[in-house]
Nanobody, 121 residues
């Protein structure tokens, strides 16, 4: 069982930055793929990025070059550094953990409660 708690969301102006954190419980954190998804009002949940237990990272085209996913296995934490934020990045951001990884939400077994990110002037 893995429990995930996100933090770091908030209101930011276009062009600004935020760093999201996801703290995980469980001794086997390092063996899970970790991912970030987001969901805007009235839209389906959307893949953002994921990271293997090594440092290999993958991104959606919409965030590539602006967002960076990283993990600290010693702290059981995964991060999402978001730069050059745009109004269309506004969404609830969810952290997820799974054994198989990938861009499908179905690949992840554990989810956090989400943290709101609002990009607006």
């Amino acid at each position: 069982q893995v429990q995930l708690v996100e933090s770091g969301g908030g209101l930011v102006q276009p062009g600004g930055s935020l760093r999201l954190s996801c703290a995980a419980s469980g001794r086997t954190f390092s063996t899970y793929y970790m991912a970030w998804f987001r969901q805007a009002p009235g839209k389906e949940r959307e893949y953002v990025a994921h990271i293997r237990w090594t440092t290999t990272t993958y991104y959606a085209d919409s965030v590539k070059g602006r967002f960076t996913i990283s993990r600290d296995n010693a702290k059981n934490t995964v991060y999402l550094q978001m730069n050059s934020l745009k109004p269309e990045d506004t969404a609830v951001y969810f952290c997820a953990a799974g054994r198989s990884g990938g861009s499908s939400a179905l690949s992840y077994d554990y989810w956090g409660q989400g943290t709101q990110v609002t990009v607006s002037s």
